[in-house]
Structure formats: C-alpha cells, structure tokens
C-alpha cells in the first residue's frame, strides 16, 4: 500500500530563515506530487504540483520542490520564510496504478516567528 | 467559480443524533472525495465517487457512516448513531476527471462536535 512520511512533525523558524520540509513516498511506480498548505481554520489549497519533466518545480509564494525519484523524495523549499507562512503542510501522492486516491502525509506544521 | 462548498461549516451535536454533512462539487468535475481530519490520525480518506458511483469506500469506518452521491452536484455523508469520537473536521473535495494531471480542490470543512 502507498504511505507518505514527513520527517518533522513541528517546525519553528525566526522570519528571513530558510525552510525545508521532508516528504517520503514508498510506491515504485509512476506518481503525481503534491504540496498543500492549510493555514489556521482554513481549508487545503495547493502550493505546487509535479507530474513529469523538470524535478524542480516552482510553486506559489516562493516555494518549490524537488522530485528526487531515486530516493522517494519531494522536499518543499523556501529560501526566506515570512510570519504569514505560518501553517500546516501536507505533501501528497497519486500512485497512478491506485487510481485517483491521493495518499496524504501527516502533516507538518510550521511555526514562523516576527 | 464558487468552490467547493459545504454545509454547515460547524455543527454540534449530542452522542447519538444523527448528523448529515452535505457538498456541493466544483461544476464539471467528475471526482469527488470526504476526507476527515483529526489532531490524532491526520487527513484520512473516507470514501470517493466517480460520476456519482462510490468507487472507494474503505476508509468509512464503520457501518455508522454512510455517503450518497444522487446526482453530479450534490453529496452527503451521514453519521447515524453519532458518537464523540466522530468530532473532527470533515472536508468534501473535487477533481476533473479529464486527464491524471489534475489536483483535488477542497471546501472550507465541517466542524463537527459531538457532546
């Protein structure tokens, strides 16, 4: 069955800091990545997307990611983290062979600091 | 596009009322998923639908919970008899079907409190 892992279950970071959330996946197969955001009482929305070609893929507000398939690896990134970044983040996974189900990690919250 | 929307976004209840939490899919999308989420388990998948037919019901947890889907613009999922372990948020979302590149987009939620 497909799981997802996120390495750190609470960030703290001071403004300016630079960020880096780690996501696991164990599916062989070919996949689709995704990173939500959630910030506090609101619902999921999406920051990037992967699906083929360039690893490295650009998201909004500053993020981005790198698909790494050797090591099962989509970490999220952000050179200069703000107070507003302040949220959870879920990475996500569709096995392509699994269907449309997305796998959803657990979460990691971060916690930006003024 | 107004989203995907829910109702209600809050609803408290007493242990053993029935509960009915109801979505509205974004139009033309063909997908439709209700994931609940918790302090404890996370983001877990209840059910999902394509073209308004169940097509993954293994994640409801017991016979208590059921999910309809009568027509492409309208689901609900009901609790019967609801218990205080069902507090949590529950989220409805949608999906084009037209190609594997697509994201699910999800509403505000339902909170839901079960006394």
């Known amino acids: 069955a497909q799981s997802v892992s996120q390495h750190n279950h609470h960030v703290i970071l001071s403004e300016a800091a630079s960020l880096e959330l780690g996501c696991n996946y164990s599916?062989?197969?070919?996949?689709?990545l995704f990173w939500y955001v959630q910030y506090p009482g609101q619902h999921l929305q999406l920051l990037l997307k992967y699906f083929s070609g360039d690893p490295l893929v650009k998201g909004i507000k500053g993020f981005e990611a790198e698909f790494i398939k050797s090591k099962f690896s989509f970490n999220l990134r952000k050179p200069s983290v703000q107070w507003s970044d302040t949220a959870e983040y879920f990475c996500a996974v569709n096995a392509l062979n699994y269907g449309q189900n997305f796998v959803f990690g657990p979460g990691t919250r971060l916690s930006v600091l003024p | 596009d107004a989203g995907v929307i829910q109702s209600p976004r809050h609803e408290v209840t007493e242990m053993g009322q029935e509960v009915t939490l109801r979505c509205k899919p974004i139009s033309g999308h063909d997908y439709l998923f209700w994931y609940r989420q918790t302090m404890m388990r996370g983001l877990e998948l209840l059910i999902y639908?394509?073209?308004?037919?169940?097509?993954?019901d293994s994640g409801m947890p017991e016979d208590r919970f059921s999910a309809k889907m009568p027509n492409a613009s309208f689901s609900t999922l009901k609790i019967q008899p609801s218990e205080p372990r069902d507090s949590a948020v529950y989220f409805c979302?949608?999906?084009?079907?037209?190609?594997?590149?697509?994201?699910?987009?999800f509403g505000p939620g339902t909170r839901l409190t079960v006394l």
């Open positions: 599916y062989g197969g070919t996949v689709n």
């Open positions: 979302a949608s999906r084009p079907g037209t190609g594997a590149y697509n994201e699910q987009f």
């Open positions: 639908f394509n073209n308004n037919v169940p097509i993954d």
